[in-house]
């Protein structure tokens, strides 16, 4: 009864390669988000997507790209990967009820290591 | 632009007693606050939203309470399975429900 898995849970590459990360949610929510937390554990937006439509798109190389085949799935590209990018990214999703913001819930992380 | 800042960075705690994490923010229109857990290895596990000043909630051993300027996390008589960095993070303006989030406290409570 997993609510929001990723896929790998490891990623080891070479510096220029292209991957890969998929998330799905199966907790119905409308909006899934991408984060990207750096060594010091700080954890910072990258992209969000409603109903597959992306709405956050925050000063991220376009090396990174996303996609939101359906609701429930938002997949990162990354495109001629840096030493920079290693890092771990989150996926997350939230519901949309009434006029409230409401609370994200994430997935267990991409360990993203580039050699 | 918005801010968080949490305090203290880390804190260490013997179990049973009892203490609390800050969280400062400047932002424009808040939105929520938001507590988080996380765990070494894992993703962050949400604990609390707070919408105005004033809220108060409560999980077992956690009390979150929201001033127009800060948050605090109250933890009473901790134990070792407390012990993981809490996050706060806030939502604000127009956003569309982008959080910002603090750098959090590490909390280790001994036995």
């Known amino acids: 009864d997993t609510a929001v898995s990723q896929t790998p849970k490891y990623l080891v590459t070479q510096m220029g390669n292209d991957k890969s990360i998929k998330c799905e949610q199966n907790l119905g929510h409308d909006t899934m988000y991408w984060y990207k937390q750096d060594s010091k554990k700080f954890l910072k937006i990258m992209f969000s997507?409603?109903?597959?439509?992306?709405?956050i798109n925050e000063t991220v190389p376009n090396r990174f790209s996303p996609k939101s085949p359906d609701k429930a799935h938002l997949n990162l590209h990354i495109n001629s990967l840096e030493l920079g990018d290693s890092a771990v990214y989150f996926c997350?999703?939230?519901?949309?009820?009434?006029?409230?913001?409401?609370?994200?819930?994430f997935g267990p992380g991409t360990r993203l290591t580039v050699l | 632009e918005d801010q968080v800042t949490q305090s203290p960075e880390a804190l260490r705690l013997q179990e049973g007693e009892s203490s609390s994490l800050n969280c400062s923010y400047t932002v424009s229109g808040l939105r929520g606050l938001f507590w988080y857990r996380q765990d070494p290895g894992k993703g962050p596990e949400f604990l609390f939203t707070l919408y105005s000043a004033g809220e108060e909630k409560e999980k077992e051993r956690l009390k979150a309470t929201l001033t127009k300027k800060e948050s605090f996390l109250h933890i009473t008589a901790p134990k070792p399975e407390d012990s993981a960095t809490y996050l706060c993070a806030v939502q604000a303006g127009t956003g569309f429900q982008k959080l910002v989030f603090g750098t959090g406290t590490r909390l280790l409570v001994s036995p």
């Open positions: 997350a999703s939230s519901p949309r009820r009434g006029g409230h913001y409401n609370e994200q819930f």
């Open positions: 997507y409603n109903n597959k439509e992306l709405i």
